[in-house]
């Protein structure tokens, strides 16, 4: 299954509502806004001191927060105040919002790393403001988005929209698609329309809009104040972005899906949840109604249709409807109309096809039968390769940094490879694609490491590399594995269930229960960010011991954040311990403290902290008393022992 490189962030955001007890007030909102509920009031829920403190939370590990904006700062700086000025710094800014201005930097497009895209980067302080209005409008919004929108949504992302776009393709027989690229779609969104789509949408609070209106409208340093767009790089751009987007997505439904019907077609619920609508479809099709479907990530989005006829009309239709509409222009160059069978039509990275392959009887009538083929495409394979070539330049020169320095290059690498194969093994023909770009690799690696290189011979594989183990093109440098890039297959896209909500209790418990599985987002972090004083061996089973312990705490049984992970030795290494998988153990931070903790103050504190029972109390003193402290004892036996 491809994971969703956000994965690991999104589970943390859902315990950190937990954490801070605002889980019930987002519950609250998202089962109000289902029943269209009208808020006037949201600014309770910004300015609440444990909604501050969950944004401050939520954004001090993204990779974003280390970047200052035209103040300089970044998260070091709130991170030096405590809880009561930061709480205080954002009341006091919200009475009389005025944001600061933005940073303006340039970025290559992933898609075409030779052009330039805009990012806005406000300050670390105007991003804390942007995360605590995002908490409380994001379940409001969830509940009035649609199913086929997939980008920047909690448990939704690419592996959804493709999983949705082969459905239509495969089993509705939907062959004619309308790519549309929307020009410059978040530099050219109306502030005005904006606002009044989210007062469409219920969130009627006046001060909260006028806040979000002073967000769009913030200076950006060294061009001014813009007249629209969405700047991209700010917490709450995506989330607007699908508030403007949204509107086109049940227009699109209403033409076809959404249409009211005389009769209520009864209809199975599928496995994802959602009721099968065939009959009336087919009821539908006797009419001179147009058919069309449209599946969205972000403002990358296609319409599939049946009747090329139907397209034509249809594409006509949402290129003025856009313009009237949103006022956002297409590009010319990049919309069209496309035969699946004839051509492929790009989306998300994949090229996507349909090929003949033998008969099928439909209504008695025997026709010619259609399947998915889907390929990499090139822009995406040369970025591929040119990023891989990147990271073994890394581990070329890395050398004479010394091992630890090496051994981070070489995981890089890894972490660079297993994340490309989970996410491009959804296409078909996925692993001809790689091949070509193997053999260029494969000599890029021979060449610039030349005999620091050598084959499998008594060298163990990680547990985490397990998948490879069967390849002949693994290699070495010294003890640290090399991960082939060419041995990847076929996996499908999955469906998300529409049980999977992060705003219902029942939503939640599925959330949780896929987490049972290995999180590789979590297992690339740690293969990225090894302990530097520590051996190869000790980072290698740390790596391992997370995945046998499926990244929960050896004592409380509690999933761990990558902050939250520690490797304790067993037998300490005064006493003769080493660094083998058998000596080590994965346990949250604080629990690594209370075994080695000596002070009863401390003592008590922590165990009060985690609510630790009698089994669990077993478990620790087993390691205390590995590493030479008393073990604790519990309260019925102090009592025993006075």
Not at 252 to 279: C, L, N, V
Request: include cysteine; proline fraction near 3%; glycine fraction near 4%.
């Amino acid at each position: 299954m491809a994971v969703n490189p956000n994965k690991a962030l999104k589970r943390q955001k859902l315990r950190n509502n937990e954490y801070y007890d605002t889980q019930q007030i987002f519950d609250e909102l998202y089962a109000k806004s289902l029943k269209n509920v009208s808020f006037t009031n949201l600014m309770q829920y910004v300015l609440l001191d444990e909604n501050i403190k969950l944004a401050y939370r939520n954004i001090k590990k993204n990779k974003g927060s280390k970047t200052a904006g035209t103040d300089g700062k970044t998260i070091k700086h709130l991170s030096a105040m405590s809880e009561e000025k930061i709480v205080r710094l954002i009341k006091n800014k919200l009475k009389w919002y005025k944001p600061q201005s933005v940073r303006r930097v340039e970025i290559p497009k992933s898609s075409d790393p030779t052009k330039k895209r805009p990012l806005g980067i406000p300050t670390i302080t105007d991003r804390l403001i942007q995360q605590c209005f995002y908490q409380v409008l994001e379940p409001i919004c969830e509940a009035k988005f649609r199913e086929t929108s997939n980008g920047f949504r909690p448990n939704r992302g690419v592996e959804n929209a493709l999983a949705q776009a082969e459905k239509l393709i495969q089993n509705s027989n939907l062959h004619i698609v309308i790519d549309i690229d929307i020009k410059g779609f978040f530099d050219n969104v109306s502030h005005g329309k904006l606002l009044k789509q989210m007062w469409t949408l219920g969130i009627r609070d006046k001060t909260l809009i006028s806040i979000i209106s002073a967000m769009l409208k913030a200076e950006v340093a060294g061009i001014g104040f813009p007249e629209k767009g969405t700047p991209q790089g700010g917490i709450i751009s995506p989330l607007l972005s699908n508030i403007v987007l949204n509107e086109l997505d049940w227009w699109i439904a209403s033409q076809w899906e959404e249409i009211p019907t005389k009769h209520e077609y009864s209809g199975r619920i599928h496995t994802t949840g959602a009721k099968d609508r065939s009959k009336k479809y087919r009821a539908l099709r006797k009419t001179k109604l147009k058919e069309c479907y449209i599946v969205r990530y972000a403002d990358d989005f296609k319409i599939f249709c049946r009747k090329h006829n139907d397209a034509v009309k249809i594409f006509e239709a949402v290129k003025l409807w856009l313009k009237d509409r949103l006022g956002l222009d297409i590009s010319p160059e990049k919309s069209k109309i496309v035969n699946l069978k004839h051509n492929y039509s790009d989306f998300l990275g994949f090229k996507i096809k349909v090929h003949k392959k033998g008969k099928t009887t439909k209504n008695n009538i025997v026709c010619d039968k259609y399947v998915i083929k889907s390929h990499v495409s090139e822009k995406a394979l040369n970025r591929i390769h040119d990023r891989a070539s990147e990271y073994i330049k890394d581990i070329q020169y890395c050398r004479s940094k010394g091992e630890s320095a090496e051994y981070r290059a070489i995981n890089n690498y890894n972490s660079y490879i297993m994340g490309i194969h989970n996410y491009y093994r959804m296409a078909t023909d996925v692993n001809a694609d790689f091949q070509p770009l193997a053999y260029s690799i494969k000599q890029s690696i021979k060449i610039r490491l030349q005999k620091r290189v050598k084959r499998r011979n008594n060298e163990s594989i990680p547990r985490y590399a397990l998948e490879y183990a069967a390849s002949k093109e693994i290699r070495f440098i010294g003890k640290n594995i090399l991960l082939p890039i060419g041995y990847v297959s076929h996996q499908p896209p999955i469906h998300k269930k529409k049980t999977i909500n992060a705003f219902t209790k029942e939503g939640r418990e599925f959330i949780h229960k896929q987490l049972e599985n290995i999180d590789m987002s979590m297992v690339h972090a740690l293969m990225r960010n090894p302990v530097d004083s520590e051996t190869i061996e000790y980072n290698d089973n740390r790596i391992s011991l997370y995945i046998a312990q499926k990244g929960r705490c050896a004592i409380t049984n509690e999933l761990l954040s990558i902050d939250r992970i520690h490797c304790h030795h067993k037998k300490p290494r005064k006493q003769g311990g080493g660094d083998e998988y058998k000596n080590l153990i994965i346990v949250d931070k604080d629990i690594h403290v209370l075994i080695h903790a000596v002070n009863a103050e401390v003592i008590a504190r922590l165990i009060s902290n985690f609510k630790l029972n009698k089994q669990k109390i077993e478990k620790l003193n087993k390691l205390r008393v590995l590493c030479g402290n008393e073990a604790i004892m519990l309260n019925a036996e102090k009592d025993t022992e006075n």
